[in-house]
């Protein structure tokens, strides 16, 4: 893939006339996917697949397009300079942009990383064995990704890496459910196993009938896995500089009121995990760390070259969306074996569902409860909980309600694959909140 | 766009198979927006590939590819067949060749002006021209204008004969402003990407009174700086067409869906409130309450001739006076199920399989007029227009925001409203249906981003229905 890379670079960069400017984007996958229901195999398919991403800036305008990559260097040779060619055309026409981002030259990288993978041919009988005898459902992702970014300034960046994940749920007779991530770069199929195994045993709490809880307020544990959910929500309309400045954002009050969420809280964007690049579709590398929220105080915003020029701001070279690319809580004391003692009675969460923002402004948030959720009373839990709605806001429950943070922090790996596979992870810890309000 | 000799690949293929397709498809959109007086995006992305996909031993196997030359094909086709070949002793379902009927013929969505009638200068004038209307005050902190076209072409061909066409033209278009005073924050739109989108072509920058419409969502916004909260409390409810779309699409498309139900997303999108004994004697809803998929409503955004199945799209009625008939699923689901289903086994694009996906969900009109829907409402609010959206795995438990909202009193539309929301439960809620709107009522919307399925998959569907009243909902307002 990058040997194709590199020649379409070359190949479009020496199509340019004067004064015109290109940056090349890729991304690009060799994909297994094994859909699998009730411990066996639902759908089974590979995917190559490759996009090259064009931005085009000259006579003061900006033009975007992208083409499939074919791996055919006629076919796509073709594709890439009729793109060019058209963007040439629609720059004399459409608006002037006023906050062009224009390319720069500041050092290429290359990172690769090897990895000793789970042939796509064994996989099936790698994967079935462990499962036998339960009901999983899920999706095991497995195979090669790469993003590249070029401009005709000279930059260059290259990133590969081969990960595999199965991302899955464990049933019960009575519905109740366990979730389990598997994720990681080398094969290792005794680890698989042994995993496997764990979630097994923890699909035993999930026999006891589940109690109903009523609406109100509760103390609640929430496992890394529920936080992440939480923080991926700083991602839309959230801690976006573009966002508070257009009248979008839950963090308008900690901007303009100096709100503050609890001390206990810290969150930064950090590269150093190395799960992502950190190059962006400009080819702006971003800090290796940069502090957000430190201590309850708003520090940072993730502000892209575009929004600094529109705003006045100092770029930190965030995608062009401003979302979390590497999200990293501090963990806080609460070690892990003190958690129901300290919980006492209330809700342990481990998982939560389908987030959306129901007062944008006041920071609050709606979902449910989903998977390993359960009462617990006297530090012991009781039994697995109905499903139950919340409605309450980040400025509570990691604000003014949270009492303790868990002192050790999960990676917890993004599995989306819209359109593609996604790279990353949220790096969190769990947390205890004094209040938590469920509404139906 | 120009297309392969499919035919011809297919023959090639040479792999000891039961059956074999190939879908090749071509996508491009090109998304336009102006923000604050500024162009943000002139794009146009481009996505083409092939799905090879093969049966062997009871098990489908596919491999998605860009490399759409001979070669190409027939090494997809062996891939495809070793990755079935590896499942087919595990597989969840042993499947023949009848779970990819055999059908040829054609779809054209109905436009009447092509994508390059009006230049991208010229659109880039009317997006700007949008944006000064809907900045109406100082107050508006941003505005923005966003159109988007959409060409896809399909070709879908088959061992047992399978070769389908399929052209579309598609448009989505949104305008939005958002109003601020200090911390209060309120944003009005043209219904989001939700309002518009359909199959049609530039001819719907005719039609539409744009200029007028930028204005009032300007000053809507601004009015609901100073709206009243909406009250919290049980009452009637009243939702307008831009609404009911999210509600069908959430509480009753997704519920219905047949995959869902055999299991295959309870680790991601979930699982259902309803049980395969469910059809034919569930009442869904109330007796006023009638659900079609409906693949032949003309410009809805989801219509099409077939399936990625190969499977006819006829119109059907899912629910008839509230008890619910037939699910949502193709024919790998009512083969797995034994449940009367639907032609809509759709995938994303060419990287990935088909699954059960709803198109078009309708609620069919009723007899009321809106000013007797509103009249016959003592004590409730009307809501507009969906702006947040959540709901549980099983699709019961739901709760909705919208960005405008009126108080009714005695009969009457009275004070506006700003961050309305309400809750409450499926099967229920849609009991508690009283009043369905007549034709003049009857809108058509659709979403873009209807994300299901593991590989992941984003696609668009459709719904049209009239406005409605329902009684008793628990209604609320923000913090």
């Known amino acids: ?440 | 766009m120009r297309q392969l000799d499919l035919q011809s690949l297919l023959a090639a293929v040479d792999v000891p198979v039961d059956w074999v397709g190939i879908r090749e498809v071509t996508e491009t959109h090109s998304p336009r927006v102006v923000r604050d007086g500024v162009p943000q995006v002139n794009g146009c992305f481009t996505t083409q590939g092939l799905m090879v996909e093969v049966l062997t031993d009871g098990q489908f196997g596919y491999y998605g590819t860009p490399n759409m030359t001979d070669i190409g094909i027939s090494d997809a086709a062996k891939k495809a067949y070793g990755q079935a070949k590896q499942a087919a002793n595990h597989a969840t379902y042993k499947f023949t060749d009848a779970a990819r009927p055999a059908n040829v013929g054609s779809y054209q969505s109905p436009f009447v002006k092509e994508i390059d009638t009006i230049s991208p200068g010229e659109l880039n004038k009317i997006l700007l021209d949008a944006y000064t209307q809907l900045k109406v005050s100082n107050k508006i902190v941003s505005a923005r204008a966003l159109m988007q076209s959409i060409h896809t072409l399909s070709r879908f061909v088959s061992s047992n004969g399978s070769d389908i066409t399929q052209d579309f033209l598609m448009m989505e278009f949104d305008l939005s402003a958002t109003a601020a005073d200090g911390a209060n924050q309120q944003t009005r739109t043209f219904g989001g990407m939700r309002g518009t989108c359909r199959q049609m072509g530039m001819e719907f920058l005719d039609k539409w009174e744009l200029l007028a419409i930028a204005q009032k969502i300007g000053e809507q916004a601004i009015e609901l700086l100073d709206a009243d909260e909406c009250p919290t409390g049980e009452m009637d409810l009243v939702i307008a067409s831009d609404q009911m779309m999210l509600q069908i699409h959430e509480s009753v498309g997704h519920a219905l869906e047949v995959d869902r139900i055999l299991g295959d997303e309870r680790n991601y999108a979930g699982w259902s409130f309803v049980n395969m004994d469910d059809f034919g004697k569930l009442q869904y809803g109330s007796k006023l309450m009638n659900i079609t998929f409906d693949p032949t409503l003309s410009s809805e955004f989801a219509s099409y001739g077939y399936d990625d199945g190969g499977l006819e799209a006829t119109r059907e009625y899912i629910i008839k006076n509230g008890v619910l008939l037939r699910g949502l699923g193709g024919m790998e689901s009512q083969i797995r199920s034994g449940v009367p289903g639907v032609a809509n086994f759709r995938a994303s694009s060419w990287n990935r399989a088909p699954i059960d996906r709803m198109a078009n969900i309708n609620l069919e009109p009723g007899n009321s007029s809106f000013d007797e829907i509103i009249g016959s409402v003592e004590n409730g609010v009307y809501m507009e227009s969906n702006r947040s959206w959540s709901i549980d795995d099983y699709r019961n438990k739901f709760q909705f925001g919208c960005e405008y909202a009126k108080l009714i009193e005695n009969g009457k539309m009275t004070k506006t409203l700003r961050n309305p929301n309400y809750r409450g439960i499926s099967n229920p809620f849609w009991n508690s249906l009283k009043i369905v709107g007549d034709n003049d009522t009857f809108g058509i919307y659709g979403t873009p981003n209807c994300g299901k399925g593991e590989p992941n998959q984003v696609i668009r569907v459709g719904h049209a229905s009239p406005v409605c009243m329902f009684e008793n909902v628990q209604v609320f307002g923000g913090s």
């Open chain 1, 1 to 440: 893939m990058e040997k194709i890379f590199k020649e379409l670079c070359a190949i479009l960069f020496t199509e340019l006339k004067n004064d015109e400017l290109l940056t090349l984007s890729f991304s690009g996958e060799n994909s297994q996917f094994i859909r699998i229901n009730s411990a066996s195999i639902r759908q089974i398919g590979l995917v190559d697949d490759a996009t090259l991403g064009l931005k085009f800036i000259a006579n003061k305008r900006t033009c975007e397009g992208s083409i499939t990559v074919s791996g055919n260097k006629d076919v796509d040779m073709a594709r890439g300079i009729a793109e060019v060619k058209r963007m040439r055309l629609e720059s004399k026409d459409i608006l002037e942009d006023p906050f062009l981002v224009l390319p720069t030259n500041a050092g290429s990288s290359r990172e690769i990383k090897n990895s000793s993978s789970l042939p796509f041919d064994n996989a099936v009988d790698a994967l079935l064995p462990a499962m036998q005898g339960v009901d999983l459902v899920g999706i095991f992702a497995n195979g090669r990704m790469y993003r590249g970014n070029a401009n005709s300034l000279g930059q260059q960046h290259w990133f590969e890496t081969e990960s595999h994940c199965l991302d899955y749920s464990l049933v019960t007779k009575e519905h109740q459910m366990v979730k389990g991530t598997y994720a990681n770069t080398d094969w290792d199929q005794g680890a698989y196993e042994s995993y496997i195994a764990h979630s097994i045993e923890k699909l035993e709490l999930m026999n006891h009938k589940p109690v109903r809880v009523d609406p109100g307020m509760y103390r609640t544990w929430f496992e890394a896995g529920a936080v992440a959910d939480f923080l991926d929500m700083f991602s839309w309309n959230g801690i976006s500089e573009a966002s508070l400045q257009q009248g979008c954002s839950g963090f308008g009050k900690m901007r303009h009121s100096d709100h503050r969420l609890s001390p206990k809280f810290t969150f930064s964007e950090d590269f150093s995990s190395g799960l992502v690049p950190k190059f962006n579709s400009n080819g702006e590398v971003a800090p290796e760390s940069l502090p957000l929220i430190s201590s309850g105080k708003l520090t940072n915003t993730l502000v892209s070259s575009r929004t600094a020029e529109e705003y006045g701001a100092q770029t930190n070279y965030a995608e062009n969306g401003e979302e979390l690319r590497s999200p990293h809580m501090s963990p806080g004391d609460l070690r892990t074996e003190d958690i129901l003692n300290k919980l006492d009675e209330g809700l342990y969460l481990s998982n939560i569902h389908y987030l959306n923002w129901s007062d944008n402004p006041g920071g609050r948030i709606t979902g449910l409860t989903r998977y390993a959720c359960f009462w617990v009373e006297q530090g012991q839990i009781v039994a697995p909980i109905e499903t139950m709605r919340f409605d309450d806001t980040f400025y509570r429950f990691f604000g003014s309600e949270l009492e303790s943070v868990g002192s050790s922090a999960e990676v917890i790996p993004d599995v989306l694959t819209y359109g593609q596979r996604n790279l990353g992870a949220i790096t969190c810890p769990g947390i205890l909140t004094k209040e938590f309000q469920l509404t139906l």
